[in-house]
């Protein structure tokens, strides 16, 4: 089975860039797509990037997804942060033996 | 709009069972994977099951491999998860979320909170 590890925390100030990492620990990144969930205090996940980079509609052009094969990693980029962005956020991808793998959740706050 | 309501949950003593409900409207409900996907209290998600748009296929965590069981109704348009022998470390929100297919999801319900505690 492999894992995927995000940072615990990230921190950044409104109207920055931040960028989360999430690093495969086996089997290649850019195999499998990844995902990306939103999940705001007391709220449902939502999808924010889906197969890599794709956005679903209603999310703004401010989020994007990104493959980096060098360092078997994927990235969530949020620009132009905004207070409401403050949320977890969990990558997700599978493989032909485990459908759904989720990393740890990463909590997003902007200060 | 996507709709997906998860009944079920409660409070139950270890080693009962319970089972959860998902009832889905919005959309052609026979077309798509599910998913059932629980986090426990202050933690991260955790896929827990997830079944082909058909019931042909099924896949469950090591943790609750032979414990759990998820099936759907395709003539009802609802998505079960039949939780036994039930552990303390079951306690969650358990979420059931749609599938475009069985490697991701795309709409979340609002989730049910199971509690086992004596």
């Known amino acids: 089975n492999f894992m995927l590890t995000q940072p615990h925390s990230v921190s950044e100030s409104p109207g920055k860039t931040v960028t989360i990492s999430c690093t495969r620990s086996?089997?290649?990144?850019?195999?499998?797509?990844v995902q990306w969930y939103q999940q705001r205090p007391g709220s449902s996940p939502t999808t924010v990037i889906y197969?890599?980079?794709?956005?679903p509609s209603g999310v703004p052009d401010r989020f994007s997804g990104s493959i980096d094969s060098s360092s078997n990693s994927a990235s969530l980029s949020i620009s132009g942060l905004k207070t409401e962005d403050e949320a977890d956020y969990y990558c997700q991808s599978y493989d032909s033996s485990n459908p759904v793998v989720f990393g740890g959740g990463t909590k997003l706050t902007v200060l | 709009q996507v709709q997906l309501v998860e009944s079920g949950g409660g409070v139950v003593q270890p080693g009962r069972s319970l089972r959860l409900s998902c009832a889905a409207s919005g959309f052609t409900f026979s077309s798509f994977a599910m998913h059932w996907v629980r986090q426990a209290p202050g933690k991260g998600l955790e896929s827990v099951a997830v079944?082909?748009?058909?019931?042909?296929?099924?896949h469950y965590a090591d943790s609750v491999k032979g414990r759990f069981t998820i099936s759907r109704d395709n003539s009802k348009n609802t998505l079960y998860l039949q939780m036994n022998s039930l552990r303390a470390e079951d306690t969650a929100v358990y979420y059931c979320a749609r599938g475009p297919g069985t490697f991701r999801q795309d709409y979340w319900g609002q989730g049910t909170l199971v509690t086992v505690s004596s």
């Open positions: 086996s089997g290649s990144i850019a195999t499998n797509y």
């Open positions: 197969e890599d980079h794709q956005r």
């Open positions: 079944i082909s748009y058909d019931g042909s296929h099924k």
